[in-house]
């Protein structure tokens, strides 16, 4: 079986940063942060190739956060930094084989989730 689990979330100030982790058991292919704002739609932060090479982001979030991971097996971090109100979303990690980028329908597995709430 394969489960995704996410952890490092947490109330945060504006200017704050916050390192989130993903875990991957089971498998190990490409993964993809997204994310969904409060009466937003879920939408795509970040990727990384299952070799960890080719970080792809967002426009939203280029230049403050940074996806990492050492190997496939290894855990996949999302280091945010400055963060904003905006930024406030619950952050989902999801794996594929085909797809390290904003092609949501192609990513197979996902976590649960968790809150990242950011407070002016």
């Known amino acids: 079986q394969v489960h995704l689990v996410e952890s490092g979330g947490g109330l945060v100030q504006a200017g704050d940063s916050l390192r989130l982790s993903c875990v991957v058991s089971?498998?190990?292919?490409?993964v993809g942060w997204f994310r969904q704002g409060p009466g937003k739609e879920r939408e795509f932060v970040a990727g990384?190739?299952?070799?960890?090479?080719?970080?792809f982001y967002a426009d939203s979030v280029k230049g403050r956060f940074t996806i990492s991971r050492d190997t496939a097996e290894a855990p996949v971090f999302l280091q945010m930094d400055t963060l904003v109100p905006e930024d406030t979303a619950i952050y989902s990690c999801?794996?594929?084989?085909?797809?390290?980028?904003?092609?949501?329908?192609?990513?197979?597995?996902w976590g649960q989730g968790l809150q990242v709430p950011v407070s002016s």
């Open positions: 999801a794996d594929s084989k085909v797809t390290w980028k904003n092609r949501r329908r192609r990513y197979d597995y």
């Open positions: 089971g498998r190990a292919y490409h």
């Open positions: 990384i190739t299952s070799t960890g090479s080719q970080p």
